[in-house]
Structure formats: structure tokens, C-alpha cells
């Protein structure tokens, strides 16, 4: 019966040093795969990529934190050692990359260089409705050019068109031109540029088929500048 007892004991032995062999095989990969992306996130950084740079921090901490699974789990038949596990590296790589988290926190810089007319009049509703968009993919708004990370510029202006009445009911319409062009300040290239016109109706007068007009632009813009900041 002890015999039986040493042979069932060494054989649970086995395992348990075979299962944490197969746990540090996996650290030093997944951890190397970690490490691997260090240098593609750093060359984000420094292309002003901010929004790709961020999900890949975000997706290397928790890789990292399953590393720390793995290293609690193997440690615990006491063969391995700190060095063993892969312990210093690991921790000096979450540090940098919790560093990186640190930088990008504050999401996406935004300059909106916005000179909208209303009917001769400076219309500021596109710029803080513009903002408002914005915000939601994190952005924040810089005052200087040079510290944003994408320089948006933006002219547009109304024009008074003709009116249609229909018995004692009257239409107003009005068009809004404008031009848009998106810059990565990071390299100075623009990488969008174009004009758009939009007409706008309203039973009240043509500032507000104006407004009208701006509302349609403002969704058409919003999703374009979406798109381009986040590639």
C-alpha cells in the first residue's frame, strides 16, 4: 500500500513539473510576443497614431496580466526561481508599457481651425458641435497647431437661395459652401481635402434653412473626420 502511495505520489510529481515546464514555454512566448510589439507601438507614437498605438497598449496589458497568471501558477511547485519566470523582464516591460498608457491617456490632439459665416455673421455652432463629435473617440482640443496631433481646417459660408410659397405656407431656402482639409501635424501631409454644398429649407426665414443646411454638413464632416483620424 505505501508502495502504491510513493508511486501514485511521484507520478502527481511528474505532472505538476510537466504542466509548469509547459507554463514557463508559455510565459517566455507570450511574453515575447509582447515585446515584439514594442517597437510598432513606438513607431505609432511617433507617427501620430495615437488611436492604433493606444488599442495595442491596451491589448499588451492584458496579455501581460495573463503572464502574470502563468507565472503565479508555475511558481507554486517552488523548481523555478524569479529569473526563471521571466519575473524582472516582466515587470520592466509592464512598467514601460503602463508608461505608454500614461502618454495616451489624454487621447487624440485636435486643432479645428473654424471660420464658418452665417449670413455675414460667425456661426460657432459648427465648431463646438464639431468638438462635441469629437470628444467621443477621446479627443481633446489644443490651441496651437504645433501640439496637436491632427490640424482640422475648415471654411464655409451661406448664400440666401429662392423661396417657394404654396397659399399662406412659405419655404425658405439657403445653401452652405464649404471646404474642409485634414492635416497629420506629426509629418505635415494632408491627408484629406475637399468642398462641399448643402441646401438647406425652413418655413421661417433663410438664417434658418441656413441652420438647416449646416446640420446636414456637420453630420457629413463629423464622419469623415472619424474616419480619417482613427486609420
Given at each position: 500500500m ?8 511521484s ?7 510537466a ?11 507570450e511574453?515575447?510576443k ?23 497598449v ?14 503565479k ?5 517552488g ?10 523582464q516582466?515587470q ?16 487624440i490632439?485636435?486643432?479645428?481651425q ?15 458641435e464639431?468638438?462635441g ?11 496651437e ?13 451661406t ?5 417657394m ?19 497629420k501635424?506629426a ?15 425652413d ?21 469623415i473626420i472619424k474616419?480619417?483620424?482613427?486609420q
Amino acid at each position: 500500500m505505501k508502495r502504491i502511495l510513493i508511486i501514485l505520489l511521484s507520478v502527481l510529481s511528474l505532472n505538476v513539473c510537466a504542466q509548469s515546464d509547459k507554463l514557463v514555454r508559455r510565459i517566455t512566448y507570450e511574453l515575447g510576443k509582447v515585446e515584439g510589439s514594442i517597437p510598432q507601438i513606438n513607431m505609432l507614437m511617433k507617427k501620430g497614431e495615437k488611436v492604433q498605438a493606444r488599442e495595442m497598449v491596451d491589448a499588451a496589458l492584458k496579455q501581460m496580466e495573463q503572464i502574470e497568471t502563468y507565472q503565479k501558477e508555475a511558481a507554486l511547485d517552488g523548481s523555478y526561481d524569479e529569473e526563471d519566470l521571466l519575473i524582472p523582464q516582466t515587470q520592466e516591460t509592464k512598467r514601460f508599457l503602463v508608461n505608454k498608457a500614461n502618454q495616451l491617456k489624454n487621447g487624440i490632439g485636435v486643432y479645428i481651425q473654424c471660420d464658418a459665416q452665417l449670413l455675414g455673421d460667425y456661426y460657432s455652432t459648427v465648431k463646438d458641435e464639431l468638438q462635441g463629435q469629437l470628444a467621443e473617440l477621446g479627443c481633446s482640443f489644443v490651441e496651437e497647431k504645433e501640439q496637436a496631433d491632427w490640424a482640422i481646417n475648415i471654411t464655409a459660408s451661406t448664400r440666401e437661395g429662392n423661396k417657394m410659397t404654396t397659399g399662406n405656407f412659405t419655404t425658405y431656402f439657403s445653401y452652405v459652401d464649404l471646404k474642409m482639409s485634414i492635416e497629420k501635424v506629426a509629418n505635415g501631409k494632408h491627408v484629406y481635402q475637399n468642398a462641399f454644398s448643402e441646401k438647406g429649407g425652413d418655413s421661417r426665414n433663410y438664417t434658418y434653412a441656413a441652420k438647416e443646411a449646416y446640420q446636414e454638413l456637420i453630420i457629413q464632416i463629423s464622419k469623415i473626420i472619424k474616419e480619417q483620424i482613427q486609420q
